[in-house]
Each structure stands twice: as C-alpha cells, then as structure tokens.
C-alpha cells in the first residue's frame, strides 16, 4: 500500500468519524473533544511515522531563558510530569522506549522529544483554530472541554518536551566529550 495512499486513508477515517461524533453528540461535548484530540494523534503520528520528518529546524533549539526550565517549573511541568506517573504514561513509555545511556540511543531519545513537540504542535493548533470556532459559534462556555482537553493533551506535553530537550543535549554533549576525551 503506497504511504500517501495510507496517509489519506487515515485521514478520511478521521474525517468521517469525528463528522459522525460531531452530529451525534455536538462540536461542544466532551465525548467530541477528546475523540478529536485522540484522532488527530493517531493522524499525526501516522503522518510523522509515515514521512519521518528531520525536524532540524533551529525551532527546537532552546533559547537561553529556556536552558534552566524556569519558565517550565513555573507553568507547572513538574506537576504535569507526576500526573504522567500517576496515570502510567511514563511506565508505558519505558517499556515501549526504554532509556539506555548509550550515545544513539540518547539521540534518539532527544529527536523523540522533537517528534513528540512537533506532534502535539500540530495538533495543538488545529483545537485551537476549532475551540476559536466552536467559542465563536457557541458562545466560550461551549468551548471549555476543547480548550482544557487542548492544554491537557497537547500543550503541556510540548512544555515537557521543550523542558527535556536541553537536559538530553547536555547528556549527549557528555557523553560526546568523554568519547573524544576532552
């Protein structure tokens, strides 16, 4: 089956089923807002599963305010990372990643992190343009599951992928000097 065929055909599935989601239970519900966000995961990675993006853009290189995570801690990713605990997301992420101290498989790790952040990205902003829709058309009150479920889902985890990102670089530059022994 060629990739943009299955691309496509993905796509049309997610389409039609959050159509048939939307007439049944409304653009405003919860049920429409966390099929949305679940469709649109499995979309995307099967996009970016698909193409495997480079995703070498300097966009995902960290800022210096960014270097120590303050911002982060601030907006609460230590919390959210605990949640992740909570809920099993970290243990069912090890297995299926399992984190090794080897020089690729922390490249790996990090263009994981750059994966993810893309992902969610996207997703992210495609909520977005339909809570502003669903705000408009509804009233804001209607469109509170797609904003929550929106920052729950997708903007919170590229906050931890951004936090993440630089410690991984500096564990990779680590590892990178004792093997050329400076």
């Avoid at 496509?8 to 966390?34: D, K, M, N, P, R």
């Avoid at 997708?154 to 530059?173: E, F, G, H, M, T």
Wanted: proline share 2%; with cysteine; aromatic share 18%.
């Amino acid at each position: 089956m060629s990739k943009y065929f299955r691309v496509c055909f993905v796509l049309t599935f997610v389409v039609i089923l959050l159509a048939a989601v939307a007439l049944w239970q409304g653009l405003h519900s919860f049920v429409f807002a966390w099929v949305l966000n679940l469709m649109l995961m499995m979309s995307v990675l099967e996009f970016t599963q698909t193409f495997k993006p480079k995703l070498i853009s300097t966009y995902y290189n960290s800022r210096k305010w960014e270097a120590e995570g303050n911002i982060y801690k601030w907006f609460g990713v230590h919390g959210f990372r605990k949640v992740l605990v909570w809920v099993g997301w970290e243990k069912l992420n090890k297995a299926s990643n399992p984190v090794k101290k080897s020089l690729e498989a922390l490249k790996h790790l990090e263009y994981s992190t750059r994966k993810s952040e893309f992902e969610h990205s996207i997703i992210f902003f495609i909520v977005l343009v339909l809570t502003l829709f669903v705000g408009f058309y509804y009233g804001f009150k209607q469109s509170l599951w797609l904003l929550m479920l929106n920052v729950l889902l997708n903007a919170y985890p590229v906050v931890v992928q951004r936090y993440n990102r630089p410690r991984l670089r500096k564990a990779i530059n680590k590892i990178k000097g004792f093997s050329t022994g400076t």
